[in-house]
């Protein structure tokens, strides 16, 4: 039996056009049988606060209820100052991907990215294996948080964030703690050589951004490269890491198993990540 209301989520950003995050949710809402809809919305920071209080309003002027959202590019950070409470997950993060409306219409901020990440490496890698090793990290937002995070809990020895802002990579690195410094972002190039792992967390090689220059030329054939735009999924960073040897992983994976625990909340079933949902969201990304 469906519910009397229609739950109704999505996923924010500026831009949003890119994301596959509708195709994704809305495969699991017709594989199960839900009542519920995912949605897209172009929102910026400035806006955010606004929006989610809105949305309360529109959804239930549709006789449905506001369950809550995803955030992507640039709201996770700006998010982590607008919701109502914050999961230990996102505190420790320092940022917000997810967020659930309570039955008292309160906004909790998770953070799934993390797991998300770590999962996403699995699929790949035996991932005990980075645990005292080098990791670089390319960017400072809100999902470099999370890798950063993700990759400690790993037992990585040394993080290197490497970021266009020096500012925000110090603040990153202050946050981790001591396994983490700072590297010149002109430097980037010769900051691989001893690094087990690389992570792309900029926009930069995403479809419409500009490229992400980087010479792999120092790296490890036993290194792994991973890069979490996922429009283009081979993104040029993944095609020149597989040419040289090296194992590369895209970002598909952490989309699909960062959603996992958003879809539960805002519906109340656990989701599956399989390959049928790998081939459907791909199938989203041709014209991208």
Not at 75 to 102: C, H, M, Q, Y
Request: hydrophobic residues 40%.
């Amino acid at each position: 039996m469906t519910d009397e209301k229609r739950k109704i989520a999505g996923v924010m950003g500026w831009p949003i056009s890119h994301s596959l995050s509708p195709r994704l949710h809305g495969y699991w809402i017709e594989k199960y049988g839900l009542n519920a809809d995912y949605r897209a919305w172009p929102v910026k920071p400035e806006d955010l606060r606004a929006t989610f209080a809105q949305l309360k309003d529109d959804c239930a002027a549709e006789s449905g209820v506001f369950r809550g959202t995803n955030l992507t590019i640039p709201l996770k950070e700006t998010a982590f100052e607008v919701v109502d409470i914050l999961d230990p997950s996102a505190k420790r993060i320092g940022a917000v991907n997810t967020t659930v409306v309570g039955e008292d219409g309160r906004l909790t901020g998770w953070n799934t990215d993390g797991i998300g990440f770590t999962d996403s490496l699995a699929e790949k890698i035996d991932v005990s294996t980075l645990s005292g090793g080098t990791a670089l990290i390319l960017g400072a937002g809100g999902a470099s948080r999370a890798v950063a995070v993700a990759l400690s809990d790993l037992g990585v020895a040394k993080i290197i964030i490497c970021n266009r802002s020096g500012a925000r990579a110090e603040t990153l690195a202050a946050h981790i703690g001591d396994i983490a410094r700072v590297g010149p972002w002109d430097r980037r190039s010769s900051l691989l050589e001893g690094s087990d792992i690389l992570v792309n967390c900029t926009s930069l090689g995403m479809t419409g951004q500009p490229p992400l220059e980087i010479s792999l030329g120092g790296l490890k054939k036993t290194a792994i490269v991973s890069d979490i735009v996922y429009v283009p999924l081979e993104t040029d960073l993944l095609k020149r890491a597989r040419r040289q040897g090296n194992i590369a992983v895209d970002g598909l994976g952490m989309l699909l198993h960062q959603a996992k625990a958003g879809f539960e909340a805002w519906f109340g079933v656990t989701p599956e990540v399989d390959e049928d949902l790998r081939r459907h969201v791909l199938d989203g990304l041709k014209g991208k």
